[in-house]
T-cell receptor, first 112, second 112 residues
Framework: SQQGEEDPQALSIQEGENATMNCSYKTSINNLQWYRQNSGRGLVHLIL?????REKHSGRLRVTLDTSKKSSSLLITASRAADTASYFC????????????FGQGTTLQVKP | DTAVSQTPKYLVTQMGNDKSIKCEQNLGHDTMYWYKQDSKKFLKIMFSYNNKELIINETVPNRFSPKSPDKAHLNLHINSLELGDSAVYFCASSQKGGSSAFFGQGTRLTVV
């Protein structure tokens, strides 16, 4: 079974609005990373947050991590049409097996 | 410079054939992975190698055999291809301990 889960599965907003997507996971992690996948393309690394961090910013991206709830959120502010993509959270398991955990992703559509 | 490169990008083949997908990373990472992304976008880990040693083998049919000739390469060989093997296969690499992982652009395999 999948070890990670993003919600919502699909999100449609207008350009300029903020988009928030959430990720929950089941096992302990060393860090959590968010990736973007444009249609038919590969995965692009967006941001990494370590298990001892609670919040991190990178440009228009803001990521939070709550290890007690095993959840993370990704906020994209002032969205643009080019942000249209699928977003995945990915956790590096702390069991030292190097296992990477993915959810199904949130498909974001930003309408111009 | 491409960090993680996979070849081929597209592969169309008939059922029963044997095919290989190659992956190379020039990041000096010690861990490499193969993921399968199905039509529902789930990204499922298949294999993980650390320093040429297999550390993860997730319930993958033994028709799939990874081969790691050195730390920088992890190839995926698939015997007796089946229709259900059609998917996008992603190679990735990271440094054990949880650094950012980098993904290849994916190989879209279509079995007809």
């Amino acid at each position: 079974s999948q070890q990670g889960e993003e919600d919502p599965q699909a999100l449609s907003i207008q350009e300029g609005e903020n988009a928030t997507m959430n990720c929950s996971y089941k096992t302990s992690i060393n860090n959590l990373q968010w990736y973007r996948q444009n249609s038919g393309r590969g995965l692009v690394h967006l941001i990494l947050i370590r298990s001892n961090e609670r919040e991190k910013h990178s440009g228009r991206l803001r990521v939070t991590l709550d290890t007690s709830k095993k959840s993370s959120s990704l906020l994209i502010t002032a969205s643009r049409a080019a942000d249209t993509a699928s977003y995945f959270c990915w956790g590096y398991g702390s069991s030292n097996t190097g296992k990477l955990i993915f959810g199904q992703g949130t498909t974001l559509q930003v309408k111009p | 410079d491409t960090a993680v490169s996979q070849t081929p990008k597209y592969l169309v083949t008939q059922m029963g054939n044997d095919k290989s997908i190659k992956c190379e990373q020039n990041l000096g990472h010690d861990t490499m992975y193969w993921y399968k992304q199905d039509s529902k976008k789930f990204l499922k880990i298949m294999f993980s190698y650390n320093n040429k040693e297999l550390i993860i083998n997730e319930t993958v049919p033994n028709r799939f055999s990874p081969k790691s000739p050195d730390k920088a390469h992890l190839n995926l060989h698939i015997n007796s291809l089946e229709l259900g093997d059609s998917a996008v296969y992603f190679c990735a690499s990271s440094q054990k301990g949880g650094s950012s992982a980098f993904f290849g652009q994916g190989t879209r395999l279509t079995v007809v």
